[in-house]
């Protein structure tokens, strides 16, 4: 089984909300689709579930057209950023619901609803009023409600966003090991998030969104280790990779008069001339054979500390693997490690990754 | 200063208790009167002050013939226009009130909201400019004097006051409600009567008991636009206002008039508190 879209696109007024997406999934998978706030992710999830009718292209589904099956007939489960649940039903009624729509036999929805509070842990809670459940707990009722249909794609619309950070971390676990027993299910699972950090811990395969359009495909190793853009180097990374303008001449990269290094082995063929080159957080430490920074702002999460750092025109954000207290406007010396550094064109494509060498 | 604040709020909410119960007492007290204890100067305490008697509300069942003032045939026709005037509104306020909150209308520079102000400015006009019109079109259909025509007119008057209270509710529904009742198997009429219905059911409430205090208190159109035929009650109770006033069955009338109200009010209280939104979207 194949869900290919080929150039969809929607546009409301001057914006575009679709530009041209093409894809291909496929059974068994997990599809996390990565992008900002309205970087086109919850219109794209509504079009393959049919609440969204594109301005053109095509939706196909093992050869069929799938954009001409009216929403309530598409074998398509969706769970919301938002706790959407029935209020007027008990939690037993709410997974039943579209199994009852379907006019399965009762005995055979009793089965299946209950299997299903279990995979979400909610067993003893079938007579519950949605009213009575905390956030967490409405949020699985709408999952269990999704996997009860047994769908063959099933669309999850950034489901952990609106939960507090613990619960969502240990959702997040939950929900990943139903996810993939589901995607073995011969199910196309489509996730959408703006966190990085889940679509990494999901696995799969990526789909990077921006602007309706979609940036780049492929697995999640693969699009982490080689973005294709300096775009999505920023999308997938948390905190957004570093990006900054510097010149390639005598086999260094110059940033500033004060700030210049060796080429990196992997950067050797850049040819001299202006570039955006790219380090993630991790590849900026503090250390006395650095450089001079000015600490602009310190953010401790965790067990880290974020350091927010400024160099006359180059700004970075470093990571430290400590929690540690720092005055704003102190001197500090940070270290590039270079061999991380990402090189992107000026206007951003990818031309050096410390991963596959020159593009 | 707690104890003066708390003093001084049962005091005021005291006060306003007797100016709105004092009228009821009045009534009350008045119904159960004669001549000779409405004649005969203010008396308040029963067996006290006055000998009560049931021959105010006897008289609301007997014919003027016999000495009654018959309010039973105005009271039943009042129940059921109002009541089918309140049921037609709704049905069709709710309709359109869920178009207009879940579709996007175009028609040159008229959008959704125009829509529904052109609603809402059937009440804003003076009832009084909508009497002539409504008479003669109701001459027109022959429908002057009749329980249907006062039905129809009722609609038009109540209908607004349904499709205002309605979209602002369904507003507040989210829209995701119905997506996911889309999703989950229904089509767009399930969705609406399955999903969205069950639970506006409290704003259908508001907006019934609002049409039933209109349409059950209007006296302006029943009293135009019926004659001899066709009698509602608040026409046949300021009727028996007349030089020879009988004051206790004119008590006791709008003691009868004012009891369906209560008995709605009390009814619908409970349903009121039930219904909420809260478990939709948290």
């Known amino acids: 089984m194949s869900l290919i879209a080929s150039n969809l696109c929607l546009k409301a007024d001057t914006e575009y909300h679709l530009n041209d997406v093409c894809f291909e999934m496929s059974k068994g998978e997990i599809y996390t689709i990565i992008g900002r706030t309205l970087a086109g992710k919850t219109t794209l999830l509504k079009t393959i579930a049919g609440l969204i009718a594109p301005d053109s292209g095509t939706l196909n589904l093992d050869g069929s057209d799938f954009g001409r099956i009216p929403v309530w007939k598409r074998e398509v489960a969706m769970v919301y950023q938002q706790f959407i649940n029935y209020p007027h039903l008990s939690v037993y009624e709410n997974v039943a619901f579209p199994l009852k729509q379907r006019g399965i036999l009762k005995t055979e929805i009793h089965n299946r609803v209950m299997k299903s509070l279990l995979q979400v842990g909610l067993e003893g809670f079938e007579e519950r009023k949605i009213q009575a459940l905390s956030g967490g707990q409405q949020q699985r009722v709408a999952l269990a409600r999704s996997l009860v249909k047994e769908a063959n794609i099933v669309l999850l619309d950034e489901p952990l966003v609106n939960l507090d950070y613990k619960l969502r971390e240990q959702l997040r676990e939950e929900f990943r090991n139903i996810f993939t027993a589901k995607a073995s299910e011969d199910a196309i699972l489509i996730y959408s998030s703006t966190d990085p950090v889940e679509a990494m811990q999901l696995g799969g395969q990526i789909l990077v969104m921006d602007e309706g359009r979609i940036l780049q495909q492929g697995n999640a190793k693969a699009v982490y280790e080689n973005p294709s853009s300096a775009k999505v180097s920023q999308i997938t990374n948390d905190p957004a990779m570093n990006l900054f303008e510097g010149t390639v001449a005598e086999g260094k990269i110059i940033l500033s008069p004060q700030i210049q290094f060796d080429l990196p082995r992997h950067c050797q063929e850049l040819p001299p001339e202006k570039y955006n080159f790219g380090l993630r957080a991790a590849a900026i430490t503090l250390d006395e054979g650095g450089f001079p920074f000015t600490i602009e702002l310190s953010e401790i999460s965790g067990s880290e500390t974020f350091l927010h750092l400024k160099h006359e025109h180059v700004k970075v954000v470093g990571l430290l693997d400590s929690v540690q207290n720092f005055n704003m406007g102190e001197t500090v010396m940070a270290r590039f490690d270079t061999t991380h550094l990402y090189a992107f064109a000026t206007d951003g494509t990818l031309k050096s990754s410390p991963y596959s060498g020159m593009k | ?282």
């Open chain 2, 1 to 282: 200063m707690g104890l003066l604040y708390t003093c001084l709020k049962y005091l005021v909410v005291s006060l306003w208790s007797i100016f709105v119960i004092a009228p009821f007492l009045w009534a009350i007290s008045t119904s159960f009167k004669d001549f000779q204890s409405v004649t005969n100067g203010a008396t308040y305490i029963p067996w006290v002050d006055f000998e009560p008697t049931l021959e105010g509300w006897r008289a609301l069942w007997k014919s003027p013939a016999k000495g009654g003032v018959d309010i039973v045939e105005p009271f039943f026709n009042s129940i059921f226009v109002t009541c089918a005037g309140s049921l037609i509104s709704i049905l069709l306020g709710t309709l359109a009130a869920y178009a207009l909150s879940r579709f996007t209308f175009k028609a040159g520079f008229i959008r959704n909201s125009d829509i529904t102000f052109f609603f809402i400015s059937q009440r804003i006009m003076p009832p009084v400019v909508l009497a002539i019109p409504f008479f003669i079109m109701l001459g027109k259909f022959a429908l002057l004097d009749t329980l249907l025509g006062l039905i129809v007119v009722y609609i038009v008057l109540l209908m607004p006051i349904a499709v205002w209270i309605m979209v602002d509710f369904f507003n507040k529904v989210p829209r995701e409600i119905d997506e996911t009742a889309l999703i989950d198997g229904c089509n767009p009429y399930q969705a609406f009567y399955k999903v969205v219905l069950p639970n506006s059911i409290p704003g259908i409430i508001v907006a019934g008991m609002f049409c039933l205090i209109f349409g059950w208190t209007d006296f302006f159109f029943s009293f135009i636009l019926t004659f001899t035929e066709v009698q509602l009650l608040p026409v046949a109770i300021v009727a028996l206002n007349s030089s020879i006033t009988p004051w206790w069955s004119l008590s006791a009338a709008a003691l009868v008039s004012v009891a369906p109200l209560i008995a709605v009010a009390f009814v619908v209280e409970r349903y009121l508190s039930k219904g909420n939104l809260s478990g939709a979207l948290k």
